[in-house]
C-alpha cells in the first residue's frame, strides 16, 4: 500500500463563514485574512495504492465553475490542478479505479468534473472510476435543502447514477474496496457524512473532511457557518479524536493550507490539539 496526499485546486471563503460563531480575533490568528475577510483553503485528497487498485479519496473543488463564480468562490486557477497533481505522477484521470466521496458539496466532488470552457458541458471525469458516496449524502444532493442548495453542483448526482458505476452505501464498507478501507458518518456538517479510515502500516489514517477541515477545527467548541447541527457536530468530533488517540492513528485534512495530516493528543484539562503535523504524506 501507498498513500499520497495530492493538492487540489485552492479557494478563499469568508473566514467568519469558515469559523461560525468564533470571535475574528481569534481566528484570524490562525487563518490571516485578506483584505476581503476570504480565508486561503486547501482542496486536498487522499491517493491510495492497494491490492492493484488506485482509489483517490475526494477529488477537491476542480475548476468547474465559470469566471464569475470562481471570482464568488475564491478559485485561484482556472486549471484543474488535481489532474496536474496526478500528472506528475505520470497518470490520467483515467487510471483511477475508484473515487470516494464524503459528500457531493461542490468542494468536494466538483473536481468530478473537467474545466470550464465556454460554450462547453463540463465532462464527468475517472471514466473508468467506481463512485462511491453514502446513500444519505446522494439523496441530500438530489433532494436539497434551502439552506444548501448552492453547495451543490446542478445534476451532478444524477450524472453519477447515469454512469452506470455509482455505489451507494451505507454500511461500514464498500464492495469497491478492499477491507483496509472503512467508513464512519456523521450528520452534523450534513446528512450522511461518510469518514474514510484507511488501515496502513503506520497506523490508522481518517480522511477527516467537513467534520475537521483543518487543524484550528480541532478545538471542539470550533464549528463553520455551514454546519447544519453545529451541537451534534461537537459531539461526533469528540468521538472520531478520542477513536484517532486510542488507535494511534492519525487525521487527514482537506482545508487546512499547511497541514495534510496531523496525529491527536489531549492534554489533562481534556483539551484536543495535533502533533507531529505533516505538509504532505507520502506513507509505504
Not at 457531493?104 to 464527468?124: I, M, P
Not at 441530500?140 to 446542478?154: K, N, Q
Not at 451507494?168 to 474514510?196: I, K, Q, W
Amino acid at each position: 500500500m501507498r498513500v499520497r496526499s495530492l493538492e487540489g485546486n485552492r479557494q478563499k471563503l469568508d473566514g467568519g463563514a469558515m469559523y461560525g460563531n468564533c470571535p475574528r480575533a481569534v481566528w484570524s490568528k490562525w487563518s490571516p485574512p485578506d483584505a476581503d475577510n476570504r480565508i486561503e483553503l486547501a482542496c486536498r485528497v487522499l491517493l491510495v495504492d492497494v491490492a492493484g487498485l488506485r482509489v483517490l479519496i475526494e477529488t477537491g473543488i476542480g475548476a468547474f465553475f465559470d469566471p464569475a463564480m470562481r471570482g464568488r468562490y475564491g478559485v485561484e486557477s482556472s486549471e484543474h490542478v488535481l489532474l496536474g497533481s496526478l500528472e506528475k505522477l505520470g497518470l490520467g484521470h483515467a487510471d483511477i479505479d475508484v473515487v470516494v466521496l464524503s459528500h457531493l458539496h461542490f468542494d468536494h466532488a466538483g473536481g468530478l468534473l473537467s474545466a470550464w470552457r465556454e460554450g462547453v458541458e463540463s465532462e464527468l471525469l475517472f471514466p473508468r472510476a467506481r463512485y462511491v458516496v453514502s446513500q444519505a449524502a446522494f439523496d441530500r444532493a438530489l433532494h436539497a435543502h434551502d439552506r444548501d442548495r448552492a453547495s451543490f453542483v446542478p445534476r451532478l448526482a444524477e450524472r453519477l447514477a447515469q454512469s452506470g458505476r455509482l455505489d451507494l452505501v451505507s454500511g461500514e464498507r464498500s464492495t469497491a474496496l478492499p477491507d483496509d478501507f472503512t467508513f464512519t458518518y456523521s450528520e452534523g456538517h450534513t446528512p450522511g457524512l461518510m469518514l474514510t479510515t484507511v488501515r496502513t502500516t503506520h497506523g490508522p489514517i481518517t480522511f477527516a473532511s467537513d467534520l475537521i477541515p483543518g487543524v484550528p477545527w480541532i478545538h471542539l467548541p470550533i464549528t463553520m457557518g455551514y454546519d447544519r447541527f453545529p451541537e451534534r457536530l461537537i459531539e461526533e468530533k469528540r468521538a472520531l479524536l478520542e477513536r484517532v488517540i486510542a488507535d494511534k492513528g492519525m487525521i487527514a485534512f482537506t482545508h487546512d493550507p499547511d497541514v495534510a495530516a496531523a496525529r491527536v493528543r489531549r492534554d489533562d484539562a481534556g483539551r484536543f490539539s495535533t502533533e507531529g503535523a505533516l505538509t504532505t504524506l507520502d506513507w509505504m
